[in-house]
């Protein structure tokens, strides 16, 4: 669904006239934040494929700092592999990382570990590497990083649409009370009952996500 549409499903289960733009109405504009907040919940709750985007950096003799340009903060790292030289990349803390990129010697060479370390002026985050490259090399992230904010009515929820709608209805039971109809506990009951639903027909799909593996 898109913005518009999810403002509208809403709209119609609270009884409400549907509007042709989501900011058409004081409440319209209300229900649109309901839909955003929905939407953060649902992304919050799990890895979801839709959401996955794979970042490349490419290194740069004695650089050992990267900025992972549209990753921005809130993400979560499924992968990270040096494909150059067809290694995996381990990710270390950040106080094996400092040390190692601080005591000498300094040891340059291809980069097989990496740490997040703060943003960069665009807010994205950072990551540095060990061994510092000695050469060029290709980097990829894979990682799951949240939808924008919806702002325009034409723009489509990657998450499950449903569970989004059931959880922007469920909130905006709240914001105006009670009125006959099915109560916001309930609501919100059914929103949980959905994503949990939703949650477990995709990672059935994933092997990773039903094993444990011991470190």
Known sequence: MTLLELVNDVLIRLREPVVTTF?????????????????????????????????????????????LTGAGQKFQLMDAINTTSNVGLTNITFVDMNRKQNFLPLVNSIPTEFTF??????????????????????????LTIPQATLASDSTVVLVPDVVVAQGAYARALVERG?????????????FRSMLSDYIA?????????????AT
């Open 23 to 67: 900011n058409e109405t004081t409440y319209s504009t209300l229900v649109a934040k309901f839909v955003n907040d929905a939407k953060r919940q649902v992304e919050d709750s799990y890895g979801w494929n839709s959401l996955g985007q794979t970042i490349t950096v490419t290194t740069v003799a004695s650089t050992p700092s990267y900025s």
């Open 117 to 142: 370390d703060g943003l960069d002026a665009s807010y994205n985050t950072k990551v540095s590497l060990f061994p510092i490259p000695d050469g060029v090399y290709t980097l990829k992230f894979s």
């Open 178 to 190: 009670e009125d006959g109809g099915l109560s916001s506990s309930e609501a919100y009951t059914l």
């Open 201 to 213: 027909l995709e990672a059935n799909r994933y092997p990773e996500n039903q094993q444990f593996v």
